[in-house]
């Protein structure tokens, strides 16, 4: 199974015929069938404003109406189930280490609450907690978790379920967008959205590193003051140089990124791909999502 794939559990028989990837700039969407059918709905600006820790959706009008302009038009008696999937910067996506993990299910998520606790900037006791067990040699194991609180998850899924449809499946754009990424090597991916940078470090499909923050802009001089860093860390605790930097999201200034950061760290720099064209910074996810569902199913 794929990296992606064993994050999200996306062997689901069969996968929904709608999926959907919300942004501030609108809602990416995809007709699953023999040949998926791409979309974009552009969201008025302000309609919604990314946030950990506050209410995304400020426009619930805007959001609907747009919901529905997407989903092709009238609201449907038969429910329909489908997959959503929600910026970065709306949860808290971390690897934790453990030297051992327990192997029920109850006792994992209360010692992933209890490791995460004092490290998020809401209640965890009342958010949307997801993990994955990924094992790490000599009974180790990296866990990825994700964990975003619940009023901001159910204001995301509202207007679909006022459509008809519910949200069965639902996961972060850089998680899915993990299906994109190849399954070799020492590789970071660095997703920009509007001014919001995800940074992901994947050593031989392990997810090993996650970082997600809001920048001052979405200028290269400010995506270089943390990609440095990042890749100091990398070093130090993984013990190896990373191979390969993998962009997403920086549009017109994909060229000038690769050049840039290929000079400034001295590795191979290159944009992330997809088979249905170019990942950007509103549906690198779903692209994602596409590719392990032609992959699993």
């Known amino acids: 199974m794929s990296l992606a794939g064993r994050f999200l559990g996306l062997l689901k028989d069969p996968p929904p015929a709608l999926a959907f990837e919300i ?5 990416a969407v995809a007709r699953l069938g023999a040949h998926a059918e791409l979309g974009f709905r552009a969201l008025k600006p302000g309609t919604i404003v990314v946030s950990p820790i506050k209410d995304n959706v400020v426009d619930t009008g805007e959001l609907a109406e747009t919901v529905r302009a997407a989903a092709g038009g009238a609201v449907s008696r038969k429910r329909r189930d489908v ?3 929600l910026p970065d910067y709306c949860a808290r996506t971390a690897v934790l280490d453990f030297d051992s993990f327990p192997s029920d299910p109850k006792e994992q998520l209360s010692l992933v ?3 995460v606790k004092r490290s998020v900037p809401f209640d965890v006791d009342s958010a949307a907690v997801s993990y994955f067990p990924q094992p790490a040699g000599n009974k180790k194991f990296d866990v990825v978790v994700v964990l975003a609180p619940l009023e901001i998850v159910a204001r995301y899924e509202a207007p679909f379920r006022a459509a008809g449809m519910t949200p069965g499946f639902v996961t972060t754009s850089s998680i899915a967008a993990l299906e994109l990424v ?9 997703k920009l959205s509007g001014r919001v940078l995800t940074v992901l470090v994947i050593e031989k499909s392990v997810l090993k590193l996650v970082r997600c923050l809001e920048l001052p802009s979405a200028e290269l001089a400010d995506v270089s003051g ?9 070093e130090d605790n993984l013990g190896a140089r990373a191979e390969k930097l993998m962009l997403c999201g ?8 690769r050049r840039r950061f290929q000079d400034e760290l001295g590795i191979a720099v290159e944009p992330l791909a997809s088979p ?4 950007g910074e509103n549906n690198a996810g779903l692209l994602g999502y596409l590719r392990s569902i032609a992959r699993n199913n």
């Open 113 to 115: 609450r209890f490791r």
């Open 23 to 27: 942004s501030e700039a609108g809602i």
């Open 250 to 257: 920086f549009g017109s200034e994909t060229d000038a990124a």
């Open 83 to 85: 997959a959503l999937i």
């Open 226 to 234: 943390y990609l440095f860093p990042t890749f100091v860390y990398v």
């Open 276 to 279: 249905h064209g170019p990942p």
């Open 182 to 190: 190849p399954e070799a090597g020492l590789g970071v991916v660095a």
